[in-house]
Nanobody
Framework: QVQLVESGGGLVHIGGSLRLSCAVS????????MAWHRQAPGRQRELVAT???????DYADSVNGRFTISKDNAQNTLYLQMNSLKLDDTAIYYC????????WGQGTQVTVSS
């Protein structure tokens, strides 16, 4: 079993920054993939960014160049640095851990206001 706990969401103005964290615990193993997803009201959950256990990253076009996904192996923590935030970035952000199956966190709300 794997447990995920997100934190770091909040209210920020357009153009501001936030850093989300996802603490991972349990049977992590050495080979896995992690990701951030988000879901805005009335919309489907969408993939934001991914990172492999080897550190290879990928981003959705909508956030490429503004968001950075990273992980701290020693702390078993996944991060999402979000810069130049836009109104469209408002959503609940979820972290996902994939090893044999998907595990999800409870989500953290990010609200971008004008």
């Amino acid at each position: 079993q794997v447990q995920l706990v997100e934190s770091g969401g909040g209210l920020v103005h357009i153009g501001g920054s936030l850093r989300l964290s996802c603490a991972v615990s349990g049977d992590i193993g050495s080979f896995f993939a992690m990701a951030w997803h988000r879901q805005a009201p009335g919309r489907q959950r969408e993939l934001v960014a991914t990172i492999t256990s080897g550190g290879i990253t990928d981003y959705a076009d909508s956030v490429n160049g503004r968001f950075t996904i990273s992980k701290d192996n020693a702390q078993n923590t996944l991060y999402l640095q979000m810069n130049s935030l836009k109104l469209d970035d408002t959503a609940i952000y979820y972290c996902r851990f994939r090893r044999y199956r998907d595990y999800w966190g409870q989500g953290t709300q990010v609200t971008v206001s004008s």
